[in-house]
């Protein structure tokens, strides 16, 4: 439009002057055979031969030739001349009819007209694959600053469930993975790489039916998992997904595009701070509110329904290896039987220091008493193996012991009933155990203390 206004002007002083000539021309040109017969008849004084006739003809037929040249195949010309301008890309192409009121001029202003509209269109298609390069590119700084961050970077199609980017790094990681459906790679990943404690959530978590309902009915724009693949070594390694949802108004696919962080480091970290806060940090064995809270769960949830022991053991003249050889040597006992205790029983039974020089264990599903007496029996005789500085002290242990679901189901009337159990051992000599009222055929009877095994 800029470029038709700055030629508007030059062209009506052009169409004048041209026009001014034209009529000139026109004028001659219907005169001229007149002058010719006009010359031929010496003043139109002589006879017209046929001779006369004949050139008058030919001259008459030369002048509508040179007439209908100018009036029609110039600019026919021109226009032609103009549109193949315009086919080979010059949208600035233009073409202005000096036939002011004829059919050639209305042709030239519907052509203009369209190379108008062609100009606009090509100037927002310009400018549209302009803002789509600059797309493009920031597209490409946005997933290489990710690939940055992150060890792996993923995008895919949930509604024609297929990977769009991100495919060959996961094969180079996974040969197994042979398939871009997205729902398979889920499906292997979490069979053949995620743990197993993992895969369950994992697999639940980044299906298409979850994340197109988390995305489309839940109003979530990012869904997140921490989780656990195996290495080469045969360990795991804790990673952290985030899945975003793509908003894309050009398609109706749902379409996601997911970052993986390697967070092994972090996390063990975080386990480290997290079971320091669970240990005793002299012994190394669960504090006393852990081992609280780990038995009292254990018993009203998959313990229930069990039979466990709540053994609670106590260094017999703790407070003399202090007030005699310092703490020091107080300490080193106490590391000492923390070591023994933790050998003696099984990773899933609980054990923890949760006072002094006081220990507590639950034996989790006892099979039978002789069981739990020669583990008792191992107790005593592993604080004989305890060594000390001074090699003529001798350390010993008092045990008491309560029973799950026979003498209470409460943690807390389990835990007076061991401690009165191991107040009976000491009272009675140390160095031994008691129960805490025991009866046979799973019949509990009225409290009755026994110092040792050979007394029930």
């Known amino acids: ?10 062209y009506k002083m052009e169409v004048f002057v041209v026009k001014k000539r034209l009529w000139c021309l026109y004028i001659l040109l219907i005169l001229l055979p007149v002058i010719v017969l006009a010359i031929m008849t010496e003043g139109f004084k002589l006879t017209v031969t046929g001779l006369d006739i004949v050139i008058f003809i030919c001259v008459q037929a030369l002048c ?6 100018f009036l029609l195949y110039r600019p026919v010309q021109g226009l032609i001349n103009v549109i193949y301008r315009a086919i080979k890309g010059d949208y600035h192409a233009r073409f202005f009819s000096y036939d002011t ?27 549209n694959r302009i803002l789509q390069n600059k797309l493009y590119e920031n597209e490409k700084i946005y997933r290489s600053a990710l690939e940055l961050t992150c060890e792996r970077l993923f995008e895919a199609d949930l509604t024609h469930n297929k990977v769009l980017y991100g495919y060959d790094s996961y094969h180079r990681a996974f040969p197994f993975l042979q398939t871009e459906m997205y729902d398979e790679m889920i499906r292997l ?33 990012e869904v997140t998992m921490e989780y656990r693949l195996l290495n080469n070594s045969g360990g795991f390694v804790w990673y952290f997904a985030t899945v975003v949802f793509l908003n894309s108004s050009e398609t109706d ?7 993986i962080k390697n967070i092994n480091a972090r996390k063990k970290h975080e386990i480290e701070i997290f079971n320091q806060s669970q240990k005793d940090g002299l012994t190394g064995l669960y504090n006393k509110k852990v081992t609280q809270d780990m038995i009292e769960s254990f018993i009203s949830g998959d313990g229930c329904s069990g039979h466990h022991a709540l053994i609670m053991v106590d260094i017999d003249n703790f407070k003399r290896i202090n007030d005699t050889m310092g703490h020091t040597e107080g300490d080193s006992a106490l590391v000492q039987v923390a070591h023994k205790l933790k050998s003696l029983f099984r990773t899933s039974d609980i054990v923890g220091r949760v006072g002094g020089d006081e ?13 739990l007496i ?3 029996d ?16 001798r350390i010993s242990g008092s045990i008491g012991v309560s029973f799950y679901p026979y003498d209470s189901t409460s943690f807390f009337e389990l835990y007076k009933m061991s401690d009165a159990a191991l107040y009976n051992s000491k009272k009675i000599g140390k160095n031994c155990f008691s129960f805490y009222g025991f009866g046979n055929n799973g019949e509990k009877p009225d409290m009755a203390l026994q110092p040792d095994k050979n007394s029930l």
């Open 189 to 221: 990943l979490s069979e053949k790489v995620v743990c197993t404690k993992d895969a369950k959530k994992f697999c639940g978590t980044f299906s298409r039916g979850n994340l197109a309902d988390t995305f489309l009915h839940k109003n979530t724009k």
């Open 101 to 127: 009121g004829g059919v050639l001029n209305r042709l030239s202003f519907a052509f203009n007209e369209l190379m108008n509209c062609v100009e606009s269109q090509m100037k927002e298609l310009s400018e």
């Open 374 to 376: 020669k583990k008792l």
């Open 64 to 69: 509508i030739f040179l007439i209908s040249h």
């Open 253 to 259: 696919s749902l379409k996601i595009i997911g970052y």
């Open 1 to 10: 439009m800029l470029y038709m206004a700055l030629t508007y002007v030059p």
């Open 359 to 371: 220990f507590l264990t639950l034996m989790k599903n006892i099979s039978s008493l002789d069981v």
């Open 378 to 393: 191992s107790i005593k005789q592993y604080f004989n193996e305890i060594h000390l500085k001074d090699n003529s002290f």
